[in-house]
């Protein structure tokens, strides 16, 4: 009865150390060129419903700051576009181009206000597998 405890104990512990090395790492805002706290994150998934990463973002208590961390094609470069807005209407801006990683850090005042974030990706052909808009967060 005792092995089999351990056995079982060992068997939950290695799925748990393997569904941690699985999943997208959110690292300290500054590994992104962040500041603040991670205040919010999000599975970004692909045109098929498949994980394609996640978004993670940051508050410093006067702006939203964001970063799309790539798990479908990591390590491979291809075009991604990561985009920030606020309710108020006002674009943080975009990072976009041929990343093997990550995009961002794409930031927008959040005083006060709502944001979201748009991302899109391209396969190894050029084709669009990634339309994604994050719903409002942060108000």
């Not at 976009?96 to 991302?119: D, I």
């Amino acid at each position: 009865m005792r092995r089999s405890k351990a056995i079982s104990v060992l068997s939950v512990l290695a799925l748990t150390t393997l569904g941690s090395a699985v999943t997208a790492p959110a690292a300290h805002a500054g590994g992104y060129g962040c500041a603040g706290n991670l205040v919010w994150s999000a599975e970004v998934t692909d045109m098929n419903g498949g994980e394609a990463g996640w978004l993670y973002d940051y508050w410093d208590g006067t702006d939203n700051c964001s970063v799309f961390v790539k798990t479908e094609y990591a390590g491979t470069k291809t075009w991604t576009n990561l985009s920030i807005i606020n309710s108020a209407g006002v674009s943080g801006g975009h990072d976009y181009g041929s990343f093997s990683t990550y995009a961002g850090p794409v930031r927008v005042n959040g005083v006060g206000v709502c944001v979201h974030e748009f991302v899109a990706e391209n396969d190894l052909n050029g084709n669009q597998f990634v339309n994604w808009l994050s719903g409002d967060h942060g108000c």
